[in-house]
């Protein structure tokens, strides 16, 4: 609580403190502080930092559990009548769902150890009421208040960072998959299986089975609303930090070697 009260006041204004939680998932537990954006609304938890393991243990696990979900999703177009070629990742990785489906098993994964320094981090993704809190904000097509704002690009992002002001800004790679592990080692932070019942995680298979009377492709791929009574969080109390909509992180991309470590 002393920590909390001294970050509340080097804060200042633009951020009110909100309550403390604790939230547990995946064998880890944790006691969070939440703070509110005074210009946006945004609900925002302060991560202790420390150090970690970046990477996959495990590769093989997790390519093995990707190619069950995509199965799984696939099965599920044609019971509805569609061909598997209609598949979102066959357009996007220009392959077919034969292909995605008959990956070789990837080599062991490494991993390097990353000290993290404490930062506040979206308690999901960025709405698009919270986007369109500014009146100067890029203009980009939404779904929704409730709804995550896509359709953004890079420069956007960056625009509206600028505009939001107060110090907030991406996250790094290191910093996002941090907060997506929440201490956990594992190939997702609830375990090595996909969420196939859409739980914790949203696959695009959730957001087609919202909208049942639609057939447009284009249309089924919208990412759902992010609701406080909805998927479980990880031990951080971060909802859809896996699933749903694509989110930025500020780093180029780059080889795990070139990975800053602090």
């Known amino acids: 609580d002393d920590v909390i009260e001294v970050v509340a006041a080097r804060l200042g204004p633009a951020f009110r403190f909100l309550h403390t939680r604790s939230y547990e998932a995946g064998g880890e537990r944790h006691r969070i502080a939440a703070f509110e954006h005074a210009r946006t609304r945004m609900v925002l938890h302060l991560l202790p930092g420390g150090r970690f393991r970046m990477g996959l243990r495990d590769r093989a696990a997790a390519a093995r559990a990707g ?14 009548g569609l061909q598997a070629a209609s ?6 990785l220009k392959k077919t769902p034969q292909e995605l489906l008959s990956n070789p098993e990837a080599p062991p994964g490494k991993t390097i150890e990353v000290q993290v320094a404490p930062f506040l981090i979206g308690a999901g993704e960025v709405l698009q009421r919270e986007w369109q809190a500014l009146s100067a904000a890029p203009r980009v097509q939404g779904y929704g208040a409730a709804y995550p704002q896509t359709n953004v690009h890079f420069d956007h992002t960056l ?7 107060d110090g907030l800004r991406l996250t790094s790679e290191a910093e996002f998959e941090y907060a997506a592990r929440a201490g956990t080692t594992t190939s997702f932070w609830w375990g090595e ?22 057939r447009s492709i284009n249309e089924w791929f919208v990412p759902l609303p992010v609701l406080p009574q909805g998927r479980a969080p990880n031990a951080f109390g971060l909802v859809d930090i896996l699933g749903n909509a694509w989110e930025w992180c500020a780093d180029d991309p780059h080889p795990q070697a070139k990975t800053p470590r602090d």
Do not use: F, K, Q
């Not at 190619?67 to 509805?80: K, Q």
């Open 159 to 165: 625009a509206w960072l600028e505009l939001v002001g």
């Open 193 to 214: 299986e996909p969420d196939l019942a859409g739980e914790r995680s949203v696959y695009w298979l959730h957001a087609m089975a919202a909208r049942p009377r639609v």
């Open 87 to 92: 598949h979102p990742l066959a357009s996007i």
């Open 67 to 80: 190619n069950a979900a995509i199965h799984h999703e696939v099965s599920t177009l044609e019971r509805v």
